[in-house]
């Protein structure tokens, strides 16, 4: 389903692409002073996910744990949650899907080996 949902944005192979990963936060329900907070380098818009241009995506993740995705015209919306390397999105329709993820030393996030910007 990771890739049915991406296909158009650019599904890559294995890695991250950088080793600072994120720590356990969660994504949906009410203040928890219990829960760790979402990385602050993930927040903010991130545009790429293709090397030809044409199945670029940009992705933007919100300190409330929410996100979109904008590719091809078409906004995703929905909520994440980040743990270690791993980052799953629950989208408002649709099933989870779960990234390998982190910043690399070049300052790209990777997304299952797919890099993207900071945009805005």
Do not use: H, K
């Not at 720590?23 to 219990?34: K, Q």
């Not at 904008?70 to 779960?98: C, K, S």
Request: with cysteine.
């Amino acid at each position: 389903m990771l890739c049915c949902l991406l296909a158009v944005g650019g599904c890559g192979g294995g890695g991250t692409g950088g080793n600072s990963g994120g720590v356990a936060a969660s994504g949906g329900g009410g203040s928890d002073d219990r829960r760790p907070a979402i990385p602050a380098a993930l927040i903010g818009d991130w545009s790429g996910g293709s090397s030809d241009g044409f199945e670029s995506s940009v992705y933007s993740f919100r300190e409330d744990g929410s996100f979109s995705q904008d590719i091809l015209g078409q906004r995703i919306t929905g909520r994440f949650a980040v743990g270690e390397n791993q980052l799953t999105m629950y989208p408002a329709r649709g099933a989870p899907l779960t990234f390998q993820w982190g910043i690399g030393q070049d300052g790209y996030l990777y997304l299952d080996g797919e890099s993207y910007v900071r945009f805005r």
